[in-house]
């Protein structure tokens, strides 16, 4: 009877030593997911939210390129391999806020992205070697803006540029109308109409530039047109008179003569904006500000 309690007894002692042995290993994150939010999305950046589903980890995001990307499969190695190439240490990722732990939301801040180019936002668990702990995480792919243009939320999706095309002093260039078309894409009648009716419009004055029109779309995103010059009572510039601005449309009309319509506005906002031809035949010249489709949404088939 004693040798069989002895042999328990020692049974007891070798599962109670390997249960300590267990317990002092640091155990490893439990299986973790992340929701991952795209919104806002600029030529330099874009608003992110990042949600985990177990909170006492650390992890790390990083934007990754469809370059970088590339056929690899192994995630991990990739991630490494980049962090590997930085030569950053821990510190410095967990000093600029690349690693977290619980829930993450990032607005207005530009991440200093390339425009126009396909990203993903990467999200894994990270220890402090900066070795990936699990699986990592992808967010869905998207295009940054083109450099310049914004996207302020208007039902075509259609993007605007954030300023009129202006000289190395950022003042408005008055062209003809072949002269904005080799630019880039002139807006039609139809996007200056949805521009102006989805957007809230105000006459700002405080400017270096000159005062201007503000366009706030339903993004909360603006963009600026400057007054084109001042007009004399005949219409024509002059040194003195009446801010106003003149903008190309590609739209043609005319009973005459064919001529490109002209989106007209004028300062301090005492008289309502319009279209209409250009200030005069004699002056074949207007400013033009340019748009361009956005490259997240796909065209529909026409």
Not at 135 to 163: H, M, R
Not at 245 to 262: E, L, R
């Amino acid at each position: 009877m004693k040798k069989i309690f002895s042999i328990f007894a020692a049974a007891l002692i070798v599962f109670g030593a390997a249960s300590c042995k267990k317990s002092d290993k640091k155990s490893e994150p439990a299986p973790s997911t992340f929701t991952i939010t795209i919104s806002d999305i600029t030529y330099d950046g874009c608003d992110f939210t990042i949600t985990p589903s177990n909170t006492r980890e650390e992890y790390m995001y990083m934007f990754l390129t469809q370059e970088q990307l590339g056929e690899d499969e192994d995630l991990v190695k990739t991630v490494e391999g980049i962090m590997a190439i930085s030569q950053r240490t821990y510190a410095d990722y967990k000093e600029k806020g690349y690693i977290q732990q619980d829930k993450f939301q990032r607005d207005g801040t530009p991440d200093y992205l390339s425009a126009l180019t396909k990203y993903v936002l990467a999200v894994f668990h990270i220890n402090e070697q900066l070795k990936v702990v699990g699986d990592v995480t992808l967010s869905k792919s998207f295009y940054t803006l083109p450099n310049g243009y914004v996207d302020l939320g208007l039902p075509s999706g259609i993007l605007w540029k954030y300023y009129e095309e202006d000289d190395v002093n950022n003042y408005p260039i008055l062209m003809t109308y072949t002269e904005a078309a080799e630019r880039g894409t002139v807006p039609t009648r139809k996007q200056w109409d949805e521009l102006l009716s989805n957007c809230t419009i105000n006459w700002m004055e405080g400017s270096n530039y000159g005062p201007y029109l503000k366009l706030s779309g339903p993004s909360k995103r603006s963009i600026r047109l400057y007054n084109t010059g001042k007009y004399g009572s005949d219409g024509k510039l002059a040194d003195d008179g009446e801010y106003r601005g003149y903008y190309w449309t590609s739209t043609q009309s005319g009973s005459i003569m064919i001529q490109n319509d002209v989106f007209y506005f004028y300062g301090g906002g005492t008289k309502e904006n319009g279209f209409g031809k250009k200030p005069y035949a004699s002056q074949n010249v207007c400013g033009a500000i340019l748009v361009t489709d956005n490259p997240n949404i796909v065209p529909p088939v026409r």
